[in-house]
C-alpha cells in the first residue's frame, strides 16, 4: 500500500513516498500517519461488532467457546486485582509497624545509652592518689 502512490488509499497515508524519500536523504526523522477513515474501512470502527465475512468464518460452538473463557478469564483478573490490592494494603501495615517499631527503638536506645567516659578518667592509672603517704604507711608497718 505505501508502495503504490496512485492508489486512492495512498492519500490516507502520510508522508508521501516522495517526502519520505527527502525525509531520509536529510537524516531527518519521520513516522507514518495513517487516517483513522482507512484504518476503519480495512478492519472496523473500534468496538464495533466484527463484519460478516469474520462472523460467518467463527463456527458458533466456537464463538461461546471464546465468550464462556474471554468471561472466565475476566473474573480471574477481578479476584487478581483484589489480591494485589489486600497484599498491598498488607504491605503498607507492616511498613507503618515497622516506622513505629523504629521509632520504639531508638526511644529505648536513649535511655539506655550511657554517657560517654570522660578523657581525664580514661587516661589515669590506677593506684594511690598520694604516693608518698603511701610510702609511710608501709614504713610505719614494717618498723612497728
Given at each position: 500500500?505505501?508502495?503504490?502512490?496512485?492508489?486512492?488509499?495512498?492519500?490516507?497515508?502520510?508522508?508521501?513516498?516522495?517526502?519520505?524519500?527527502?525525509?531520509?536523504?536529510?537524516?531527518?526523522?519521520?513516522?507514518?500517519?495513517?487516517?483513522?477513515?482507512?484504518?476503519?474501512?480495512?478492519?472496523?470502527?473500534?468496538?464495533?461488532?466484527?463484519?460478516?465475512?469474520?462472523?460467518?468464518?467463527?463456527?458458533?460452538?466456537?464463538?461461546?467457546?471464546?465468550?464462556?473463557?474471554?468471561?472466565?478469564?475476566?473474573?480471574?483478573?477481578?479476584?487478581?486485582?483484589?489480591?494485589?490490592?489486600?497484599?498491598?494494603?498488607?504491605?503498607?501495615?507492616?511498613?507503618?509497624?515497622?516506622?513505629?517499631?523504629?521509632?520504639?527503638?531508638?526511644?529505648?536506645?536513649?535511655?539506655?545509652?550511657l554517657a560517654a567516659p570522660q578523657p581525664d578518667i580514661v587516661e589515669a592509672t590506677p593506684?594511690?592518689?598520694?604516693?608518698?603517704?603511701?610510702?609511710?604507711?608501709?614504713?610505719?608497718?614494717?618498723?612497728?
Amino acid at each position: 500500500m505505501l508502495e503504490k502512490e496512485k492508489s486512492v488509499e495512498r492519500t490516507f497515508i502520510h508522508p508521501l513516498p516522495k517526502d519520505a524519500a527527502k525525509l531520509k536523504k536529510e537524516h531527518k526523522p519521520f513516522s507514518y500517519t495513517i487516517a483513522r477513515e482507512l484504518l476503519e474501512k480495512h478492519y472496523g470502527a473500534a468496538g464495533a461488532q466484527p463484519s460478516p465475512a469474520i462472523q460467518k468464518g467463527i463456527p458458533d460452538e466456537y464463538r461461546t467457546l471464546l465468550e464462556r473463557i474471554n468471561m472466565s478469564l475476566t473474573d480471574q483478573l477481578k479476584v487478581k486485582d483484589e489480591q494485589i490490592r489486600v497484599l498491598a494494603q498488607a504491605i503498607d501495615d507492616l511498613s507503618e509497624r515497622q516506622r513505629e517499631t523504629n521509632i520504639l527503638m531508638k526511644g529505648l536506645q536513649e535511655r539506655l545509652l550511657l554517657a560517654a567516659p570522660q578523657p581525664d578518667i580514661v587516661e589515669a592509672t590506677p593506684g594511690p592518689s598520694n604516693p608518698k603517704k603511701s610510702k609511710k604507711r608501709w614504713w610505719r608497718l614494717w618498723h612497728s
